[in-house]
């Protein structure tokens, strides 16, 4: 067999050169990794070919993010919406940690492209309500962030298995300091005791990875830190620490505000890095949805 | 043009197949991206090409891992040494956020390439020192984590710019639990004062970013938590928050234990989470060679 038809694309560095490639219809272009190289290549040879195999055709693209739904749960519910069009057309991706619905369209011009998605996602919306926690790409710590901003809320976070991570995603966004004040890893029971005031009763009797210490957690950062709300993780993110009772994976995230207390009991799958970061994950939903 | 010569790769899912070309002498293989796609094919059929290209020879790669240097300076150091050397083949990379010695040897059998590596990355040790931190690929955390656990010493940090970073990275280590005690994100003034006793006197002379400041960071979490160590870090990662005299960049980081408490200035270059990951970095690197 042989590729139907292929060219070297100059590499303007004098370095590597690219290959352009036609087979069956699908264009693929190879070119070197670094940015000062694959960008003018890109943007010289490689655009220029597509736009003219395309026909000046636009093409959109929107990616919407859903929390707290696995991938076959999302597909099934908006699988009926979906498949009446063939322009946009849907992926369901389960992009490492989270569920995307990847939704391109294709127009004459961008605005007729960006109609159809319009349509579309408002479309996903209804099917899938709160579960959409972002419909530009946004990240879940940039919306909590962004609500927290515009109610002048201020946050605190306790932490045990997720061992900084909400915090560090925070943090992640320009300007967290408007409303992140304070954040307490408490990886031991004593730190759990001394920092955060839980009950020494309360580890005795339920253990740390339980909802009485999760909610104990949230409300002691919220006294230390006098924040509107306190946000708490305690889990065992494994690979060892887990028992029959009490197996890898099971988290309790708790939230604490000056009217009440909650907390959810999740038993997330994965290994160490992913059950952090999905326990990270649903503690800043469960924020998120509070502050819908 | 055309390549000299190409073949289809069928994918044991029937779904889209893959690609082995053959261009002036390079191989390329191009495979469809689920790893339980990806693998057979590349088991399969790739590698008994590649073997059979290579005649049998057996290639060892290893990663050296470098902290505290620019990527030139670890040039200009090492240089004299691996132009020496066609096997093993030398490449420094800076690898997003650290500078990466990579080696491959060749040999008739893996031993032979091992004995390469060997006798070379002794002579780079000669150079580089204590500068290099990882011989296997290992990570910072990793390699911080193994020398606590080994000299059962017992750790907190005080973060402010890196939010909750450092205390991530420990903690993405299984075991963690072993060495590290508490993390505190002091993020605004308050937190500083509250949870880590930082005197009010020292943020209103020095501000929140200074040497005094971070000194007393690391001394704070320290005494809260009972530590061996107490790591700190306080700094401006922007992209807002600078000034004249105190610049995006501008990060010290201070360790304390029971004898003395030292700090370093750094000035670090890059985007908000550069910075942010330079820093933490740098902290936990400060904490390592106190450890040798």
């Excluded at 010289?44 to 597509?50: A, E, G, Q, T, W």
């Excluded at 093409?59 to 322009?87: H, T």
Aim: overall charge negative.
């Amino acid at each position: 067999m042989v590729i139907d038809g292929s060219d070297v694309l100059d590499n303007p560095n004098g370095t590597a050169p690219g290959l352009f490639l036609e087979h069956q219809g699908t264009s693929i272009a190879l070119l070197p990794g670094p940015p000062r190289e694959m960008r003018p290549m890109f943007e010289n040879f490689v655009l220029p070919r597509l736009t003219e195999k395309s026909g000046n055709l636009r093409i959109v693209r929107r990616v919407l993010r859903v929390a707290g739904m696995g991938e076959s749960a999302v597909d099934e519910l908006i699988a009926p919406v979906y498949l009446q069009y063939e322009n946009p057309q849907t992926t369901i991706l389960f992009n490492h940690t989270e569920i995307e619905i990847q939704l391109t369209a294709h127009g004459r011009t961008e605005q007729e492209a960006d109609a159809l998605l319009d349509r579309l996602s408002e479309q996903l919306e209804e099917r899938l309500g709160q579960s959409i926690f972002s419909f530009a790409g946004e990240t879940m710590e940039e919306v909590v962030g962004l609500k927290l901003s515009v109610g002048r809320y201020s946050l605190s976070v306790a932490e045990s298995c997720t061992g900084g991570l909400i915090a560090q995603r925070l943090t992640e966004v320009p300007g967290a300091s408007k409303y992140f004040v304070e954040g307490v890893v408490a990886y031991s029971n004593e730190a759990k005791k001394r920092t955060l005031g839980v009950e020494p009763v309360l580890l005795l009797e339920h253990g740390a990875v339980s909802a009485p210490v999760a909610e104990a957690m949230a409300e002691g950062v919220r006294d230390r830190a006098g924040t509107d709300f306190g946000l708490s993780v305690t889990g065992i993110a494994g690979p060892d620490g887990g028992s029959e009772e009490k197996p890898v994976g099971l988290v309790y995230i708790a939230l604490a505000d000056d009217a009440h207390t909650e907390h959810r009991k999740l038993m997330l799958p994965g290994d160490r890095n992913l059950i952090r970061w999905r326990a990270s994950q649903a503690a800043l939903d469960l924020l998120r949805r509070r502050l819908i």
